[in-house]
């Protein structure tokens, strides 16, 4: 079976480039394209999620997640099990040419990367929008299009994942991360 890769760029004529990304909550703080700097300061922010958290849906369900630093410090891997029962999911996070990348590996099966594209001032709230992906055959095939991640405390992370079908994006769900205590 031959895997599809599909990018952003070519369905730019199709698909019309969508405004600056809405907070995930109302009174968070308006975005702005991101800056290699504040790309730089959010992937230490992940990389300080290292250790054991435990999520909440707001579908009700909950999950263990686990971050880790790996590679030399050039990837944070968060491990993702029981949102979808008895499954795991993996999304990696690193830097490249200033930019903050992810890549999630979904039950979808598909691999969306992810670019950070937009942030608050201060840095707390950080979006991620569609770059391409494996394991899609077009660009309106299902798939995780977007995140905002919103860092409320060292021990509290928001995530808001937005999904995209049939040229639509909707809210999927919203799982607040609250870390473990050490040796949990």
Request: hydrophobic share 40%.
């Amino acid at each position: 079976m031959r895997s599809s890769i599909f990018t952003a760029a070519a369905f730019a004529a199709v698909v019309a480039s969508p405004a600056l990304p809405t907070p995930a909550h109302a009174g968070d703080a308006p975005l702005s394209p991101i800056t290699s700097e504040q790309a730089l300061a959010a992937y230490d922010r992940l990389k300080a999620m290292d250790g054991s958290w435990t999520g909440t849906s707001t579908k009700g369900w909950t999950e263990t997640v686990t971050y880790r630093v790996i590679a030399r410090e050039s990837c944070v891997l968060e491990t993702s099990f029981d949102a979808h029962p008895n499954e795991t999911m993996l999304t990696l996070f690193h830097l490249h040419e200033g930019a903050l990348l992810l890549t999630h590996y979904c039950v979808a099966k598909n691999q969306p990367r992810l670019k950070a594209t937009a942030a608050s001032s201060d840095g707390g709230t950080v979006e991620f929008t569609f770059l391409d992906a494996t394991g899609i055959p077009s660009r309106d095939a299902g798939h995780m299009d977007r995140l905002v991640i919103t860092f409320e405390a060292p021990d509290q992370v928001r995530k808001q994942w937005y999904w995209y079908s049939a040229g639509k994006e909707s809210p999927m769900e919203g799982i607040a991360l609250n870390r473990l205590p050490a040796g949990s």
